[in-house]
């Protein structure tokens, strides 16, 4: 929280999918690379963001289909149909997050995902306006 805070549940849970991680993973377990990925990644979701009304990390817009993880529990992951999981995690009651991740995603050992496709998508901002660019995450 010292070196990186405010990107919230939401963020944390997609983030952590989209470059790989188990929930389960310790923070100091990382290198240096895995964390410059993080925050890189997690500013490119921010920056995507932040002028949409709603959230998107799948670069669907449509209601229910935003969210890689995120309040997914139970259903089939989008990109391999695994059922995806739910947990409480936190070093104590007062700590805990409610955590999110398909178990079958990450490879084993490596904590990233086996293929990870950033596509970059021009929409209008308004009808006549100027194109703005978007990124929408996809895992293939």
Known sequence: QRNLAGLGNEYANELL????ILPTRP???LDGAHIAGLID?????????????GRTFTGDTRPGQQDWVYRRGGKPCRRCGTLIQRSDLG?????ERIVFWCPACPPAGTGRLSALMIAVVTVPSSPGGEPMATTAWRCT
Do not use: K, L, P, Y
Request: aromatic share 4%; glycine share 4%; no cysteine.
């Open 17 to 20: 999918f989209v470059r790989g």
């Open 27 to 29: 923070a100091n377990d």
């Open 41 to 53: 990644t997690a500013a490119r979701m921010i920056r995507a963001n932040r002028d949409r009304s």
């Open 91 to 95: 070093a104590t009651e007062t700590s």
